[in-house]
């Protein structure tokens, strides 16, 4: 079989056995099946056991995967290392294609784990019989659907022993070498981003067989995914992975950021005792990353953050900025003062305004503070003029936002949004939401304000795909990145 038909057989079986499933609600075993059946997995599912009887979810138990009459495209081991081999075995004379091997002690336990990592090798006759993903893994999340969708049924395939009910399909692909970003963190992430929307979540732990290389290769040809995050310990193939990540060059609609782990000699030492990798030259890391024209986030906060942003982008079509010219909106001189900073440390900057633009800005504006006639906006001098007037500055803000959308030098839009329950009309994001919404430009939003009412408003702009962030440089930081891509897919 080629990458694409194994990958594709590991991400879309039509039949998976589960190699240790259990009636024990602790076990991972039972909870790999309580993912397959309550997220509607629409393949086969076959609980082995040995030592258990009767069945689970409706499901009979089998003593071995010899027992099953059917084709069996796929097994997922949550058992014991030292039993792994003569069950593999098992899997090989039935016939089984792919083997998920989710428990550890291999290459990160030393020489027990070694001589267990060159038995399977033997057994599998060095992956020709059946292709491996694991050990020390998580498993495989496809999402076909959202979990609390009226028009679509929720859906896709979850392999990970931690148990998904919440969550929102997108077109993220993710590829790890930690178990934590199919389990504990992707669950957090998804709650903390509701509009977070993953396609793919792989776990791919050592890399014993398969490994980053043919994920991102098929990722990079599959039209649902526009954005793919990794985390990786060290490189399996860095030629491979230089020259695959080159091809977003050529992609307009595909976007690669990566967190290397053990990027110091600390950090070597927990990925040896992690995933079992060998330490890496730190130059030699560099120049891959260099190389291969990846976006590099420094840790999973920027990972996720990143992904979300870009992910909105492609959903929405969005203009990429290539300049990094930008305009900012905001009610307090002094977050202007600090976004001005920051702004400059990132190298984007605030374009002049033209004679047309500048004098409708002065209309609105009172005579005692005129607006600045470069591209930074404070509002709050315009929204009292409107007040001592009794017109609501919402109306006018609306007005802004058309005049800077319409000009040309700059390439998106940050805000700041004060969110209060008392001031709803005054800020009436509904209505700036509307206006902005079918703008071709990135508009981004730092929200602060009464938490809840901040909460409310962050949810409405997720769901018009409209990234909102928790901190002034987190805003800007993400502006700056999508430059970044654009510079790199230019590179000649």
């Known amino acids: ?10 991400l879309n079986p039509k039949s998976v056995a589960i190699i240790g499933a259990s009636k024990n609600l602790t076990k991972g075993g039972h909870r790999i099946v309580d993912n397959l059946v309550t997220n509607n997995f629409k393949g086969k599912i076959y609980p082995i056991n040995p030592n258990s009887e009767g069945d689970l979810f409706g499901l009979e138990f089998k003593k071995s995967v010899l027992d099953i009459e059917e084709e069996v495209d796929l097994a997922v081991f949550y058992v014991p290392n030292l039993k792994i081999p003569s069950i593999l075995e098992e899997c090989i004379q039935k016939g089984i294609k792919g083997a998920i091997i989710e428990a550890s002690g291999f290459e990160e336990v030393g020489e027990k ?11 599998t006759d060095n992956f020709s019989k ?12 496809r999402i076909d659907g959202d979990s609390d969708s009226k028009d679509i049924k929720k859906g896709g395939f979850f392999t990970s022993f931690a148990v998904f009910h919440k969550y929102k399909s997108g077109n993220i692909a993710i590829i790890s070498q930690s178990g934590m970003l199919n389990g504990g963190y992707l669950m957090y992430m998804m709650e903390k981003y509701p509009d977070l929307g993953i396609r793919y979540s792989c776990s791919i732990g050592n890399k014993m067989d398969l490994s980053e290389i043919e994920f991102l290769e098929y990722f990079l040809e599959d039209p649902s995914v526009n954005v793919i995050a990794i985390y990786l310990e060290s490189f399996k193939d860095p030629r491979k992975f230089i020259e695959l990540c080159r091809k977003t060059r050529e992609k307009p609609n595909k976007a690669i950021i990566l967190v290397k782990g053990g990027l110091t000699p600390q950090g070597q030492k927990a990925t040896l005792s992690h995933t079992g990798a060998l330490a890496e030259n730190s130059q030699l890391i560099n120049a891959i990353i260099i190389q291969s024209g990846v976006i590099q986030a420094k840790n999973f906060h920027e990972l996720f953050q990143f992904a979300r942003t870009f992910s909105m982008m492609y959903t929405e079509n969005k203009i990429m900025p290539k300049q ?3 305009s900012l909106i905001t009610g307090s001189g002094g977050a202007g003062t600090i976004v001005a900073d920051i702004t400059a440390e990132y190298g984007l900057k605030f374009p002049i305004f033209g004679d047309k633009i500048y004098y409708k800005l002065v209309e609105i504006f009172p005579e005692w503070m005129p607006p600045n006639r470069f591209a930074l906006v404070d509002f709050w001098p315009a929204m009292e003029k409107a007040m001592m007037n009794n ?19 700059i390439e998106g839009i940050l805000n700041m949004m004060f969110c209060s ?3 709803r009309s005054f800020t009436n994001y509904k209505q700036v939401v509307e206006s902005i919404n079918n703008a071709s430009k990135p508009i981004f939003f730092w929200l602060i304000g009464e938490v809840k009412e901040v909460q409310r408003v962050s949810r409405y702009m997720a769901d018009h795909n409209i990234p909102t962030f928790p901190s002034l440089e987190d805003m800007i930081k993400n502006f700056w990145i999508l430059v970044q891509d654009s510079k790199n897919k230019n590179y000649n």
């Open 113 to 123: 784990g070694l001589e267990l990592r060159d038995q399977i090798l033997k057994i």
């Open 130 to 141: 059946i292709r491996i993903l694991g050990p020390n893994c998580m498993g495989l999340t």
């Open 324 to 326: 990094g010219n930008i």
């Open 391 to 409: 017109i609501n500055p919402g109306v006018l803000m609306i007005s802004v936002y058309e005049l800077l959308l319409n000009d040309e030098k």
């Open 1 to 10: 079989m080629s990458n694409k038909e194994i990958i594709d057989l590991f």
């Open 421 to 423: 329950k008392q001031f």
